[in-house]
């Protein structure tokens, strides 16, 4: 037997080109010419892919009683396979290990009624190979299967195959003679109705990508794209070649039709990790996070699996001092691994944890800054509509394709992750300074979704004295508060559609403690604290603080909470410093216009152009400003009254018309004062005297 293991890739060097952009895109390319099972109508696989397939296969199928069986599957299959370093191979074994699961039922009485069993003689331990090979032999229209030249073959895969083969005609006949006794025109047509839904949403699902603004803009993004030939439309229901949108509810990601899966490929923008496929689900659970955070707040995300999850949750973080910790990594060459994948995405600020997130204590003094908890729980799954991919890409458990391939869960194994999800969050509930827990699944069973949040609520630590959680509707970019499922639940939930996988997701944040309530003035001298208010001065003014010394000032017995105290208060009761003049504004608006050339002067005018004004009037505007300036550097204010003066009447060579009094001509300017009442009458023709010798400049000659 020629050893299979040399052609296969290298444990977590394997594990880790599923995760990159190429190869994850290669696997999402691999149905390019489709058939009816979505596997594709195609001249065979590898031997190698055959015997992965049938290793995964044996790990999932469903074992019957020892009675009802008439096939013996042996205790083991062929031998264990690691997983390829090429991902359009991993995907195709395991796309063909869930197909002949699907099918199991059928292929085994194909088997029995052709005859095949017990008239070949072959060991238990191929019967995985057999029955992996038998549903890929009928796909194929129980054609020959083509051999590259340059594949090795595999001893064990060519006997299964040349058996096969020479039972093709009483293959083929029991396949009919099945078909017709399900009135089926199809072998498609067999299957429960759920998983034929759940294929044909599979196979018109578009890609959802997200943008890594750590190497890219999405504005750089659409121009490129335009480059390559795509349009840019607005939804979905509008795809026509080669077209994409942005997505209704992530500004950051965008969309693709399926039908473009080859194509893009082929765009450098994947390879070189600036676009990322991705489920919808968990873009946005990394969003609801975001919208929780503050610019120093960390986060806790739990569930390892979802790898590319953790990348999208760093790179939305990345403009702040925020660090992602990632809990479960046990081995140390995955560490390296990851490590590697970040640094290529540009991740910065995620730390690795080698602990279960149950084994974490909430006191641990890396977590203290820890603010919101992602938690992406195992679940069952059954909101996804490509199995396969979905598992490729989280790195979940390939056992979940077993219940995916029947459309349901089994009652025990649902009771089994609903507990793990429970003892998950109520563990999450006991991290004191977390403030927030962000929870998601992809399930459509009400166990593991509105029950078990109703369960967590409920729940809290004997003896504690840290504030409960509450349900909190998520906050997306894009999303109306009418796409929340009710005001009354506050969930997002989508169920499993055409355009999208299923998806559930709750935010629980934690209630505010009466005794710690944040006022306004708490709000602002906080601001000020952090520095949020540079550029103000915060100089007093000198009236008001000659205010506060005739004060009776508190008494010190309230400790430092009144320091505090009256420092917010001194924050808050200081006088505006730019723009000193506004006082004077306010107080001597301007009042009813009067004919001619009066001029209100409400705030220190600019000049642009050299004055034409005499010499006198110069001299009499510039002088205010430069006492005003000199103020503002010494920290003083000055409030500025306007004063009118009256300029003699215009006297022209030819007499007015109609015998009209000639209109007199008068205008302001500011002096010194100390009182509030500044209101003058811009109507008085008198000349007011100034307080200020040389207040009024009479013009030596008439206004001209």
Not at 148 to 172: G, M, R, W, Y
Request: proline share 6%; hydrophobic share 35%.
């Amino acid at each position: 037997m020629h050893n299979a293991t040399r052609r296969s890739g290298e444990g977590v060097a394997g594990e880790m080109a599923a995760v990159g952009p190429p190869a994850l895109a290669e696997a999402q390319g691999s149905g390019q010419e489709q058939g009816a099972s979505g596997l594709g109508q195609r001249s065979g696989h590898q031997d190698s892919v055959y015997v992965k397939a049938a290793e995964i296969f044996h790990n999932i199928r469903t074992e019957k009683p020892a009675g009802n069986s008439r096939i013996n599957y042996g205790n083991q299959p062929l031998h264990t396979f690691p997983d390829f370093r090429n991902g359009k191979s991993q995907h195709w074994a395991y796309e063909l290990a869930f197909s002949t699961l699907k099918y199991q039922d059928i292929l085994e009485n194909i088997l029995l009624d052709s005859c095949f069993y017990p008239t070949v003689p072959l060991p238990a331990d191929l019967t995985s190979l057999v029955v992996v090979m038998l549903y890929d032999f009928q796909d194929r229209k129980f054609q020959a299967r083509l051999i590259s030249d340059n594949e090795e073959p595999i001893a064990e895969v060519q006997e299964v195959e040349n058996h096969l083969s020479s039972f093709k005609t009483k293959l083929a006949a029991a396949l009919a003679r099945c078909r017709i006794k399900h009135d089926a025109l199809s072998i498609d047509s067999i299957l429960p109705e759920m998983v034929r839904k759940q294929e044909q949403r599979a196979s018109t699902l578009p890609l959802y990508v997200w943008i890594n603004s750590c190497k890219t803009s999405p504005e750089d993004i659409y121009i490129i794209l335009k480059k390559e030939g795509f349009t840019k439309v607005n939804s979905v229901t509008e795809f026509v070649g080669k077209s994409f949108c942005v997505d209704q509810h992530c500004p950051d990601v965008i969309v693709f039709p399926s039908y473009l899966k080859s194509e893009l490929l082929n765009i450098d923008l994947f390879t070189e990790y600036k676009l990322l496929f991705q489920d919808k689900s968990r873009s946005l659970a990394v969003h609801s996070v975001k919208a929780l955070l503050n610019m120093d707040d960390d986060i806790l995300l739990v569930n390892m699996g979802s790898w590319l999850t953790v990348a999208h949750m760093s790179v939305l973080t990345n403009q702040s001092s925020s660090k992602v910790f990632v809990c479960g990594i046990k081995s140390q060459g995955k560490e390296v691994e990851l490590k590697n994948l970040y640094t290529n995405i540009g991740c910065e600020n995620i730390e690795l944890l080698r602990e279960n997130f149950t084994a974490l204590e909430p006191k641990d003094q890396r977590l203290q800054k820890v603010k919101v908890i992602l938690l992406l729980p195992r679940c069952s799954g059954l909101g996804v509509s490509n199995p396969v991919e979905f598992i490729l890409s989280e790195h979940e458990d390939s056992v979940l394709l077993k219940e995916l391939s029947q459309g349901s869960i089994a009652e025990e194994k649902l009771h089994v992750l609903v507990q793990e999800q429970l003892d998950q969050l109520k563990h999450a509930m006991q991290f004191n300074k977390a403030q927030a827990i962000v929870y998601c699944t992809c399930s459509v069973y009400p166990e593991e979704n509105e029950v078990v949040i109703k369960k967590a609520l409920e729940f809290r630590a004997e003896g504690s004295k840290i504030q409960p959680y509450r349900l909190s509707p998520p906050v997306l970019p894009l999303c109306s508060v009418s796409e929340i499922q009710s005001s009354a639940s506050k969930f997002f939930k989508m169920e499993p559609s055409d355009i999208t996988n299923g998806c559930f997701l709750a935010v629980l944040t934690r209630e505010k403690d009466p005794a710690e309530t944040v006022s306004v003035k708490d709000i602002l001298a906080r601001a000020a604290a952090k520095g949020l208010l540079d550029g103000i001065e915060l100089t007093k003014s000198p009236r008001r603080e000659k205010k506060k010394k005739s004060k009776t000032s508190l008494p010190k017995t309230c400790g430092s909470s009144t320091g505090s105290q009256l420092k917010i208060t001194e924050f808050l009761n200081r006088g505006p410093t730019l723009g000193s003049e506004a006082p004077a504004a306010k107080a001597g608006g301007p009042g009813p216009q009067k004919s001619g050339s009066t001029r209100n002067f409400s705030q220190v005018p600019k000049f642009s152009k050299p004055s034409t004004d005499p010499p006198a009037v110069q001299s009499s505007l510039s002088a205010p400003i430069r006492a005003s300036e000199r103020s503002r550097l010494e920290g003083k204010m000055v409030v500025l009254k306007p004063v009118e003066i009256v300029l003699p009447p215009v006297l022209l060579p030819f007499s007015s018309p109609q015998g009209k009094a000639p209109t007199p001509h008068c205008y302001y300017r500011w002096v010194r004062t100390s009182g509030h009442n500044l209101l003058t009458s811009s109507g008085s023709k008198k000349l007011e005297k100034a307080k200020e010798p040389g207040t009024a400049v009479r013009h030596p000659r008439p206004w001209l």
